[in-house]
T-cell receptor, first 113, second 113 residues
Framework: NAGVTQTPKFQVLKTGQSMTLQCAQD?????MSWYRQDPGMGLRLIHY???????DQGEVPNGYNVSRSTTEDFPLRLLSAAPSQTSVYFC????????????FGAGSRLTVL | GENVEQHPSTLSVQEGDSAVIKCTYS??????FPWYKQELGKGPQLIID?????GEKKDQRIAVTLNKTAKHFSLHITETQPEDSAVYFC????????????FGPGTRLSVLP
């Protein structure tokens, strides 16, 4: 099993550009989520999904869109990148809401110039 | 909403000594408290967790204690080894509620040989 796979690992964007961070899991997990990690601020929840076709906002959703068309994939879209979105992004999943143990991907480092 | 504070932000110990990291939370409804370890260039990985109906839990050299009245919980690592060097995050959540965690800002632990 690959677990949670994130691509790309590194990305540099210019302000205003758009891009999609990909997240895929092969564990048949119902719950998937996106966090951003900034120095001194820990991990903050951006968006999450409790199953295919269901998404909801987390603590810091502004500037990000998500969709969940399949159980396996949960892409994060930046429609118009801003320097404030420079961060390391982590996708995480768990079997079902309430299963508790999050499995994280290796992260995607995004720099917005 | 929930707020999790974590101290210290950095911690250096000699190999073989003990390390203690402390977290406080604000929402008395939180009932699940995991600890994640993040090694350089990797995603966080669960190392131990505790539920609100338990005061202490041990797993070999790692233990977690919970004081519900004071709303704080701590990670204890005994007989530290160089491979314990990493960033440690505490978190709190209301179990069975979408599995949305609030993370502390992290503690960078360095174990000096």
């Amino acid at each position: 099993n690959a677990g949670v796979t994130q691509t790309p690992k590194f990305q540099v964007l210019k302000t205003g550009q758009s891009m999609t961070l990909q997240c895929a899991q092969d564990m048949n997990h119902e719950y998937m989520s996106w966090y951003r990690q900034d120095p001194g601020m820990g991990l903050r929840l951006i968006h999450y999904s409790v199953g295919a076709g269901i998404t909801d906002q987390g603590e810091v959703p502004n500037g990000y869109n998500v969709s969940r068309s399949t159980t396996e994939d949960f892409p994060l879209r930046l429609l118009s990148a801003a320097p404030s979105q420079t961060s390391v992004y982590f996708c995480a999943s768990t079997m079902y809401p309430g299963a508790n143990v999050l499995t994280f991907g290796a992260g995607s480092r995004l720099t917005v110039l | 909403g929930e707020n999790v504070e974590q101290h210290p932000s950095t911690l250096s110990v000699q190999e073989g000594d003990s390390a203690v990291i402390k977290c406080t939370y604000s929402d008395s409804a939180s009932n699940y408290f995991p600890w994640y370890k993040q090694e350089l260039g990797k995603g966080p990985q669960l190392i131990i967790d505790i539920r609100s109906n338990v005061g202490e839990k041990k797993d070999q050299r790692i233990a977690v204690t919970l004081n519900k009245t004071a709303k704080h919980f701590s990670l204890h690592i005994t007989e530290t080894q160089p491979e314990d060097s990493a960033v440690y995050f505490c978190a709190a959540s209301i179990s069975n509620y979408g599995q949305n965690f609030v993370f502390g800002p992290g503690t960078r632990l360095s174990v000096l040989p």
